[in-house]
């Protein structure tokens, strides 16, 4: 199909943030759904390797508004480096991405 729309990851370190960064993401527009999910993370910081429970975003949206999306998550994200990685949809159902713009565009 296109690459119109996008997921953004990003990891959080409770499930309560991830509930807040997910809910004003929906009601700002800037994502149509926000999935949700428990990790374990094992990654190197400051010289040191580190393991962490932690919560992943999958944030729907469309590419166009990822800059809004960045913008969102380093201003309200409780981590000094976030992980905000985007990813392009190639390929989907059609009627998911006819939803995922119609939810987009209010």
Known sequence: MSSEFCVVLTTVATRDEANKLAR????QQLAACVQMM???SVYSWEG???QDDEVLLLIKTASARYAG???FLLANHSYS???ILQLPIEQG?????QW???ALAG
């Open 48 to 50: 040191a390797i580190q």
């Open 38 to 40: 428990p990790i374990n």
């Open 81 to 83: 480096v976030p992980e």
């Open 100 to 102: 995922l713009g119609k």
């Open 69 to 71: 999306v960045e913008a």
């Open 24 to 27: 004003q993401l929906v009601e």
């Open 93 to 97: 159902s059609a009627a998911y991405l």
